[in-house]
């Protein structure tokens, strides 16, 4: 019994996420008459039908039970099955966007609207240039995977971050960046952090694995300064300590959050989380396609926004 009512519990919590994604889709907006309206009568009309259709469960219910003790749990189980199908489908995460953005609110619109820049930053790539880049970074890919594991962060991201530092070329730059990471003036905890994790005196920047390991610790404090804020912790990352870093640029104009920050910001480092976040796109396709699609063609951009953003998606953005 209780197998059969986690069955039907988990199926009815599928088809209500999918009802509401598809309600907060079709009368998105403010208007009374044409949005909230008919978005309340969608739950009452979904109110009304989870009653019938448990009505009409326990009906058959009874009829299964006569064939069989085990008939009711094996047909509960079933209806999972087909919901579990149709999650799968692009369509349900589409409807669960849609939910997530009207429950969200504005910090969900504000994400929406990054995602969406990181996708026309995608459109925009020269596939070709980032395909050699990603190439480029296979020798090293070990190191991040582990570097992003020990410190807590997700290793597409520290790709996007590498990608968009050096095109994974190790150098030093005319602004004192070293290495594939572009490694300059590195946080006291970060560099004591790669110290222990390396069983290093002092991290050598230039090292290839240690530069690594103190790129993913300098995210990672970064992130934690910027109470795990994705954007601001990046954003943080590519402005560094000088002048106080972005806490002193936030306090100074009063702003909040990435998307408060972002309007005083010169074009560089406004945009380096959507580059940082569009090579991390990059690299999730590269990994589950074995391809870079344009975006433009086909069904692909469905496809795309469907696999989602390293940071943006279902998954914590720190989550290795």
């Known amino acids: 019994m209780a197998a059969e009512y986690l069955s039907l519990a988990a199926a009815g919590l599928i088809a209500t996420i999918s009802i509401l994604g598809q309600a907060a889709n079709w009368f998105g907006g403010s208007d009374l008459t044409m949005s909230l309206l008919p978005f309340a009568g969608t739950v009452l009309l979904l109110t009304m039908a989870g009653s019938i259709s448990l009505w009409a469960w326990l009906y058959c219910r009874q009829i299964l039970l006569l064939r069989g003790p085990s008939r009711a749990a094996f047909g509960a189980f079933l209806m999972l099955l087909g919901a579990l199908v149709y999650a799968g489908r692009p369509s349900y995460q589409q409807d669960l966007q849609h939910l997530r953005t009207l429950v969200g609110g504005v910090e969900q619109a504000g994400r929406d609207h990054i995602g969406h820049q990181v996708y026309a930053a995608y459109r925009r790539t020269d596939l070709l240039q980032m395909k050699k880049i990603l190439e480029r970074s296979t020798p090293v890919l070990q ?60 991290p050598d920047p230039m090292e290839t694995t240690q530069n690594i390991y103190l790129a993913a610790a300098t995210f990672r404090q970064y992130l934690d300064q910027m109470k795990g804020d994705l954007f601001l912790g990046l954003l943080a990352y590519n402005i560094g300590p000088k002048n106080g870093g972005l806490q002193s640029i936030m306090a100074q104009y009063g702003a909040r959050d990435f998307y408060t920050i972002q309007p005083y910001l010169q074009h560089l480092p406004r945009d380096y989380p959507i580059r940082v976040l569009s090579a991390a796109l990059a690299f999730r396709l590269w990994q589950r396609e074995g391809a870079l699609p344009r975006y433009e063609e086909g069904e692909n951009a469905k496809m795309i926004q469907a696999l989602g953003i390293p940071g943006l998606d279902l998954e914590s953005s720190l989550a290795p």
């Open 143 to 202: 190191v991040i995977a582990t570097a992003a594991r020990q410190n807590g962060i997700n290793a597409e991201i520290l790709v996007g971050i590498g990608a968009t530092e050096s095109s994974f070329v190790a150098r030093d730059s005319a602004d004192g960046g070293r290495g594939l990471f572009q490694i300059t003036a590195t946080p006291k905890a970060a560099i004591a952090e790669v110290a222990r994790q390396l069983k290093v005196k002092v």
